[in-house]
Each structure stands twice: as C-alpha cells, then as structure tokens.
C-alpha cells in the first residue's frame, strides 16, 4: 500500500489517499487502474477492490494493475446525521466527479502523427506531453476539488483500462460506455444496463480519461489506445458482499477479455442505448414518492410508474406515467421529493429508442 498526500487541513493534520499496486507479470502486457467512492456515498466499489485486492495476492496479473478503493477522503468523511452527504464540495459546491481537467490544451501533434505507426512510442509521447498539462494545472490556485482531482488524474495517466467505480440512487446495475468501446464492454457480465457516449467531455473522470485517446485517435485515424468507463454499481450507502463478488466477476472478465490478466473472457448481450435516448423524468410538483415500477423491466408508454402523495394538500396523489414505452434504470433516491427532481432515469425503447 502507498498514500499520497492530498489536503492539508487546519488542525495541521494532513489528508491522504491509499492506492495498491500490483506490477505485472508479462512485459508489455495492458494495464489497469480503478478508483471508488470519489462520491463518498458511493462505496460498493471500495468493497469490490477489497475482493480484488485479496484475488490478485492469489493470482498476480499480467499487466500492471493500480486502484485506489477510497478516491475522496472529504466526501467520504462528510456525514449529516446518519446520512453521507458526500457528492458536492461542501465549500464550493462543485460535484467531486466534474472536476477535472482536460489535458490536452498544448499538444505537439506533428511530433506524435510522426510516430502514429509505432504504437508504444505513441504512447509515451502522449502521456508525457499529457503529464506535463497536468502538472504546470497543478501549480494553479485551485479549489481543492480540482486539486485532488489532478492528483486521481496523475495516478492513472499512465494506464490503458481506466475503471471508475460509482453508485447510484435507487439503480439497477448500469455503465457509460464510450461508444467506440461497445463490443468490449459486452464483457462486463454485471452491467446489463450500457450507456453509449460521445467524444465530449463534461467534466467526469471516465471521460477525462477516454476523451484525450479518442482525439488522438482521430487525428492518427486509429482505435483510441485507452478506454476509460464509469460502473455504477446499486444503490448507494449501502454495500453487499455477495453482490461485490459479482461485480468483481464482472470486472474480471472484462479485464481477460483485454489481456490484463489471465484466464477465458464470455461476453453477454447488454442492453445499450445512446446517451441522447437515456431520458431523465423530472418531478411535477413536490411530495412524498412512492414508485412502484419495477426497475430494469420494460414498460409501454403511459404504465405507471411512481405516484406522488400530497398529505398536505386537497389532491391526494398525482400518479406519474411513463412518457414513452421504456426501461426505468435509476429512481430517486428519497420519497421526500420537491418539484423538479430527478424522478426517474429511463433507456427509451421502441422504434425511435434503443
């Protein structure tokens, strides 16, 4: 185990992350990074890096493999009564996974197409030039938010399968996929749920991650040599062992499948959908929510979903129906709802659906 230290705090305590590295075997063999709980109420992926932990001591990988179970020691830490706040700097307000930085502002792109056909040479070129942008972003004045989330960015740089492991609401096992990775991501055997994205980023790690391959890829009109996904992995503050062995299952055969480790990779037939007909319904007026679809099953246009009861108010109940024949893959995570929350997450099906 190693720390790297991330916030120094008034009391003159200092704050740091653990992070384990397992070096590979077989040189020249792909490498792996994962992180959880950047949110800090996300922390089924922690335990699943515990069970990944005690694998690798037993069957030592291929390639490197590097992960950090507890990215965010803050969100982590910041609990309300019985409940982890944990998804907002609490002094700023940013989400901890919007955070990054897109390192490619100053890229010597002629030094890189020159070696587009020495794929390894390409590779080192890019992450240092990449590693450079993060470091001078590093000397900025930075709201620690983008601070830590430098560091999580120079601790994965040099990895060719970037893992981030979240959580969320009251959710069916689901992952975004970027969609040049779609048939890859067949192999992950617990994500019967896949997202397909674009080359676009908006600030999470997984595409920090993917996003700067991909333009690389463009320009060298190539496959991006690094693939980068968010696992979102149930509910959140809650954990499961025998779920975690699961999504460590899934995990592991995503990762033979790309010949970080050993052994036979099976591949599966998710459901997948472009991140446009991923469709969120918002609440229409506020009140106590009970839902009562049943998530991860299809439903036609207009089945009921959830109804919202009103015990202060002359109208009992205003029941929600779906707007379009679809799958509900994440509710709410309280019945205590106000008007213009998040309701419901849904795949949109049918002709103009996936």
């Not at 830490?77 to 930085?101: H, L, M, P, V």
């Not at 192999?187 to 991650?209: H, K, R």
């Amino acid at each position: 185990m190693k720390k790297v230290k991330v916030r120094s705090l008034a009391s003159g305590d200092n704050l740091s992350i653990s992070y384990f590295d397992f070096p590979g075997t077989k040189k020249g063999a792909p490498t792996a990074y994962l992180q959880a709980a950047m949110h800090g109420s996300e922390v089924q992926g922690s335990l699943v890096l515990l069970k990944l932990r005690e694998y690798l001591k037993k069957n030592p990988p291929l390639g490197d493999i590097r992960f950090v179970p507890f990215a965010n020691p803050v969100g982590l830490n910041e609990k309300q009564g019985e409940y982890n706040q944990g998804r907002f700097d609490t002094s700023t307000g940013i989400n901890w996974n919007r955070a990054y930085f897109l390192p490619n502002k100053e890229i010597d792109w002629a030094s890189l197409l020159a070696h587009r056909d020495d794929v390894p040479k390409l590779k080192s070129l890019y992450r240092a030039q990449l590693r450079k942008n993060l470091l001078g972003r590093s000397k900025e004045s930075l709201a620690y938010a983008e601070s830590l989330a430098i560091q999580l960015q120079l601790l994965s740089i040099d990895y060719d399968h970037v893992l981030d492991l979240h959580c969320a609401n009251q959710s069916v096992r689901h992952i975004y996929v970027p969609s040049f990775a779609k048939e890859d991501a067949r192999f992950f055997t617990n994500s019967p749920f896949q997202i397909l994205m674009t080359n676009e980023f908006g600030g999470a790690f997984d595409e920090v991650s993917f996003v700067p391959w991909w333009i690389l890829a463009e320009r060298c009109n190539q496959e991006p040599l690094v693939q980068a996904f968010t696992i979102e992995l149930g509910n959140q503050e809650t954990i499961s062992t025998k779920d975690a062995a699961a999504d460590l299952e899934s995990i592991l055969n995503y990762l033979r499948h790309r010949g970080v480790i050993r052994g036979k990779a099976k591949a599966t037939r998710p459901t997948q959908c472009e991140q446009e007909k991923y469709y969120c319904q918002y609440a229409p007026i506020g009140g106590l929510a009970e839902f009562v679809a049943p998530l991860g099953k299809k439903l036609a246009k207009g089945a009921l979903v959830a109804n919202i009861y009103h015990p202060a108010s002359e109208v009992a109940c205003t029941p929600i129906h779906m707007p379009f024949a679809g799958i509900p893959i994440l509710y709410h995570s309280s019945a205590i709802v106000h008007e213009g929350a998040e309701l419901v997450k849904f795949f949109k099906t049918g002709p103009y659906g996936c």
